[in-house]
């Protein structure tokens, strides 16, 4: 591997007195209301995907200006993963999407899996686009279609793919649904809904007893008139009509501007029904850029509403994942720092005073309530970020590594300077 042990402890060497007196300093702050060793822990433990599609360049229907070096098959897309992983020790796992990451010996996957530190998470369906030797066309649709036959292939692509996310050890399908009209009067919306669903029964059925369906929500794109699971409402009457291997998954991406995302967290979690994250961030749309880097106090506050749920709901565990794709920055880059700020985003909320915050509420001292959050939100909590990753044998600074070591270059030493990956 181009990054190995001594590269990381060398990396750390220089900062290592600077980034000690930083953690003694922010360890005095919060030693006595914290239990500190208890969050590191949490931090080391917190795992997020990165998607087998975010690691080369795409996001646009636009160019597609590759920096080079990009992964072109499932083993180099899985080793990109394991290179950000030695780097942050939190990336743990790879979410793919069939048919571009198709396995075809899945046990040296597994194995290459098994070398790399890493697990599969969700495995994605992708029915938003035709194939090559598909019989039928998703044109008008693909679970919600008119067309039985449509359909069935829709179905039947779907189990395809829990079946290649056994074989490699998985234990949850996405579905993300493209199907909706552009034309008022196009879709019948209650057809539409009905037939949606029927599909859904069919692939639910197929779900081994240990396995989940996320539901994932988008209220415009690829059509602009309706999409068939349009929100979080919708997504959950699906979810909860299927049973209790459905859940919603919220991509931050796929809401409304300034719907209140932090709301839709809790609703979902007192309901026992949130399965997973799409972590990315945006300005106009779904963006799927860096997370963090738009609006952090949403995340901060959505992060608020995941702890607070872990801690009083009885919600399943959840399966976090990034859901990104970038034209302009090293899609490596780009990953460390989404990686980064969602850790950072939970560490926040690990040091809200929760028994102050419900003393504040339940007393209506709004002054109160929002003094908590802004304490927690405003102190710097780097250092803590910094001091998980060094326990976990990871980088101080993983950016700062991974330009040291010049990543980046040897991979294009390696794979060539005009590479394309398959993706968004
Ligand atoms: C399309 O909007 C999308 O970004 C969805 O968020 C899916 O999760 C992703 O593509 C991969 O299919
Ligand atoms: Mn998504
Ligand atoms: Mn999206």
Not at 6 to 18: C, R, T, V, W, Y
Not at 60 to 84: H, Q, S
Not at 356 to 373: F, K, M, P, W, Y
Request: aromatic share 8%; net charge negative; hydrophobic share 35%.
């Amino acid at each position: 591997m181009i990054l190995n042990d001594q590269n990381i402890e060398d990396a750390n060497k220089s900062a290592l007195s600077d980034h000690q007196k930083q953690y003694d300093n922010l360890k005095s702050t919060l030693s006595d209301k914290h239990d500190l060793d208890a969050i590191i822990q949490k931090l080391k433990d917190f795992q997020v995907a990165i998607p087998s599609w975010a690691l080369g360049t795409g996001g646009t229907r636009f160019g597609r200006y590759g920096g080079g070096g990009e992964p072109r098959t499932l083993e180099e897309k899985m080793y990109d993963v394991g290179l950000i992983h030695k780097l942050n020790q939190n990336s743990g796992a790879i979410s793919l999407h069939i048919p571009w990451d198709i396995p075809e010996n899945p046990e040296a996957i597994r194995q290459l899996a098994s070398n790399l530190n890493l697990k599969f998470d969700a495995v994605n369906s992708n029915t938003f686009q035709d194939q090559e030797d598909a019989k039928y066309s998703y044109k008008y649709g693909s679970l919600s279609h008119v067309d039985a036959a449509v359909r069935q292939q829709a179905i039947d692509h779907n189990k395809e793919v829990i079946d290649y996310g056994k074989d490699l050890g998985s234990k949850s399908l996405t579905v993300w649904l493209a199907d909706g009209s552009s034309h008022p009067g196009q879709n019948n919306f209650r057809k539409a809904f009905e037939r949606t669903y029927e599909s859904l029964q069919e692939i639910y059925n197929h779900l081994p007893a240990d396995w989940k369906v996320f539901i994932e929500y988008k209220p415009y794109e690829p059509y602009f008139y309706s999409m068939v699971i349009q929100d979080w409402g919708t997504s959950h009457l699906l979810a909860q009509k299927l049973g209790d291997k459905a859940l919603s998954l919220v991509d931050l991406g796929h809401h409304l501007p300034n719907t209140n995302i932090e709301q839709i967290v809790a609703t979902l979690m007192m309901q026992n029904k949130l399965g997973g994250f799409h972590f990315n961030d945006s300005k106009f749309g779904d963006d799927d850029l860096t997370v963090g880097s738009l609006k952090p106090y949403q995340l901060f506050l959505i992060f608020n509403e995941l702890v607070d749920g872990m801690l009083n709901t009885s919600n399943p565990d959840l399966s976090w994942m990034i859901d990104a794709s970038h034209n302009m920055k090293d899609p490596l880059e780009d990953l460390l720092q989404s990686v980064d700020a969602i850790l950072l985003a939970y560490a926040q909320a690990l040091v809200v005073d929760r028994k102050a915050l419900d003393q504040a509420q339940e007393s209506n001292d709004i002054t109160g309530a929002q003094e908590i959050l802004q304490n927690a939100y405003r102190m710097d909590l780097r250092p803590l970020l910094a001091e998980a990753r060094r326990q976990a044998g990871a980088a101080l600074n993983p950016i700062k590594a991974y330009r040291q070591f010049k990543v980046r270059d040897q991979l294009i030493d390696e794979r060539g300077l005009k590479t394309i990956s398959t993706g968004l």
